[in-house]
């Protein structure tokens, strides 16, 4: 009998959400067309991509290897983020050869998904700390801060310039808290063992035969997360994937063994650090300094002057995805001259940061809205025993909670002032919380 493989529920959830991009319907012929073509390629009957196999696919059903592939491959999901694991481990005819990822190709392209880093400006400091800590062994390195940061750009420099030779295998690996962490943990470990014939049926001995690699060979994987371009992440799924994943990165970080895992992400994982403190480092990932910033502007080809140029870098926390997507409506809209956008006195905020921070907002309970509110009416930066003297209905314990909350999900930044911090809110998360919460 010919293998078979299902889809997850996760995998059902991503199949659909990428058939509707593409406008396709459950019974899309288009659909059915465009797997054809993948069979034809495999030599494989196309006959085989029916309507009632399509509808059992998407099911759930068991279906051919080859079938289940290309109707993944057809609506461009990665058919190995969408399969159920108990499937890949009854039947190992049912898990292909990966050559394109043998250990050939890990140890003599360490770039394979690795994006460019053109347009990478300053970070000095940020990448001689990040060197060092890839050279000092820790276990765990987490690197969080706001989107559009340059969290992916950061350590991508780092491999492109350094290339990691210590490491004897690299994998640059996308993620997402939405996803199924048996799925991540299959992929990585099909990636590192392209000949195995098998794989463990549940998460913790999925997690035991990739820790068994991460101690045979020196390895860094960088666990690089998806931009979300939907609204997955406000349901229940994100809150559950989120604790898993930090369960996970916990474990990685007190196993011993000799490898590296870097991760990017938007929200600090929580509690890893306070129980693995010798083997893990954190860097909260800030905007640009000015002269970054200058940088970035000159290379957009943008007139300015210091004090104006200045003044359009603080506008945006020196955010470079922000300032690149700004610096786009400046040369459209005002012939690339800062001055006269900023006599406007406009904050515009790019649709992609924008919906992400909307995103965030919409997922906060009560609490911290309210506290998103008052640092939002106020303006400048506040102590927490202001906070709290402002919003005598929220006790001081939930006004630390919601503050720790806010801040590893990067919607608050913090100042120094003598002994204490001050915490506020960057002008376009003040802008959309005004605009979402008091409006």
């Given at each position: 009998?010919?293998p078979?493989?299902?889809?997850?529920?996760?995998?059902?959830?991503?199949?659909?959400?990428?058939?509707?991009?593409?406008?396709?319907?459950?019974?899309?012929?288009?659909?059915?067309?465009?797997?054809?073509?993948?069979?034809?390629?495999?030599?494989?009957?196309?006959?085989?991509?029916?309507?009632?196999?399509?509808?059992?696919?998407?099911?759930?059903?068991?279906?051919?290897?080859e079938?289940?592939?290309?109707?993944?491959?057809?609506?461009?999901v990665?058919?190995?983020?969408?399969?159920?694991?108990?499937?890949?481990?009854?039947?190992?005819?049912a898990?292909?050869?990966?050559?394109?990822q043998?250990?050939?190709?890990?140890?003599?392209?360490?770039?394979?998904?690795?994006?460019?880093?053109?347009?990478?400006?300053?970070?000095?400091?940020?990448?001689?700390?990040?060197?060092?800590?890839?050279?000092?062994?820790?276990?765990?390195?987490?690197?969080?801060?706001f989107?559009?940061?340059?969290?992916?750009?950061?350590?991508?420099?780092?491999?492109?310039?350094?290339?990691?030779?210590?490491?004897?295998?690299?994998?640059?690996?996308?993620?997402?808290?939405?996803?199924?962490?048996?799925?991540?943990?299959?992929?990585?470990?099909?990636?590192?063992?392209?000949?195995?014939?098998?794989?463990?049926?549940?998460?913790?001995?999925?997690?035991?035969?990739?820790?068994?690699?991460?101690?045979?060979?020196?390895?860094?994987?960088?666990?690089?997360?998806?931009?979300?371009?939907?609204?997955?992440?406000?349901?229940?799924s994100?809150?559950?994937?989120?604790?898993?994943?930090?369960?996970?990165?916990?474990?990685?970080?007190?196993?011993?063994h000799?490898?590296?895992?870097?991760?990017?992400?938007?929200?600090?994982?929580?509690?890893?650090?306070?129980?693995?403190?010798?083997?893990?480092?954190?860097?909260?990932?800030?905007?640009?300094?000015?002269?970054?910033?200058?940088?970035?502007?000159?290379?957009?080809?943008?007139?300015?002057?210091?004090?104006?140029?200045?003044?359009?870098?603080?506008?945006?926390?020196?955010?470079?995805?922000?300032?690149?997507?700004?610096?786009?409506?400046?040369?459209?809209?005002?012939?690339?001259?800062?001055?006269?956008?900023?006599?406007?006195?406009?904050?515009?905020?790019?649709?992609?940061?924008?919906?992400?921070?909307?995103?965030?907002?919409?997922?906060?309970?009560?609490?911290?809205?309210?506290?998103?509110?008052?640092?939002?009416?106020?303006?400048?930066?506040?102590?927490?025993?202001?906070?709290?003297?402002?919003?005598?209905?929220?006790?001081?314990?939930?006004?630390?909670?919601?503050?720790?909350?806010?801040?590893?999900?990067?919607?608050?930044?913090?100042?120094?002032?003598?002994?204490?911090?001050?915490?506020?809110?960057?002008?376009?998360?003040m802008?959309?919380?005004?605009?979402?919460?008091?409006?």
């Amino acid at each position: 009998m010919a293998p078979t493989l299902r889809l997850s529920d996760e995998g059902k959830y991503l199949i659909d959400q990428a058939r509707i991009k593409k406008g396709w319907t459950q019974t899309s012929l288009t659909w059915r067309k465009e797997a054809e073509k993948f069979l034809k390629q495999q030599g494989v009957i196309t006959s085989y991509a029916s309507g009632s196999t399509l509808k059992r696919f998407q099911n759930g059903t068991g279906i051919r290897t080859e079938v289940f592939q290309s109707f993944c491959g057809a609506v461009g999901v990665d058919w190995t983020t969408t399969i159920r694991t108990d499937d890949a481990s009854e039947s190992s005819s049912a898990i292909p050869k990966l050559e394109s990822q043998s250990l050939d190709s890990l140890r003599q392209n360490p770039f394979e998904g690795v994006p460019s880093v053109d347009g990478f400006y300053g970070r000095v400091n940020e990448l001689r700390q990040l060197q060092e800590w890839l050279e000092d062994s820790y276990r765990l390195l987490i690197i969080y801060g706001f989107g559009g940061i340059g969290k992916t750009q950061l350590i991508a420099k780092i491999l492109r310039e350094n290339n990691e030779q210590r490491f004897a295998r690299r994998l640059w690996q996308k993620f997402s808290y939405t996803l199924s962490l048996e799925n991540l943990l299959v992929d990585l470990i099909l990636r590192l063992l392209p000949d195995t014939n098998s794989l463990p049926k549940n998460q913790e001995e999925l997690i035991s035969k990739l820790l068994k690699e991460l101690q045979k060979e020196k390895t860094l994987i960088i666990l690089d997360e998806k931009n979300l371009d939907d609204e997955s992440h406000l349901d229940e799924s994100y809150s559950v994937g989120y604790k898993r994943y930090c369960a996970f990165l916990k474990q990685l970080s007190i196993e011993n063994h000799q490898s590296c895992i870097v991760i990017t992400t938007q929200r600090k994982p929580t509690d890893v650090t306070a129980v693995a403190r010798n083997s893990v480092k954190t860097l909260d990932l800030k905007g640009l300094d000015i002269e970054a910033g200058f940088q970035l502007l000159k290379g957009n080809n943008l007139r300015f002057d210091e004090q104006t140029g200045r003044e359009l870098v603080q506008r945006y926390s020196g955010n470079p995805l922000c300032l690149q997507l700004v610096s786009s409506t400046i040369r459209d809209i005002f012939h690339g001259n800062v001055r006269d956008f900023l006599s406007g006195n406009s904050l515009v905020a790019p649709d992609s940061i924008r919906e992400t921070i909307e995103r965030l907002i919409k997922r906060l309970s009560p609490d911290k809205k309210d506290i998103l509110r008052c640092l939002a009416s106020i303006s400048t930066p506040v102590s927490i025993d202001a906070l709290k003297q402002e919003l005598p209905h929220i006790s001081s314990s939930q006004v630390i909670e919601a503050i720790i909350t806010l801040q590893h999900s990067s919607l608050l930044e913090k100042e120094s002032e003598e002994d204490h911090f001050l915490f506020t809110l960057q002008p376009m998360v003040m802008k959309l919380v005004r605009q979402n919460l008091m409006y």
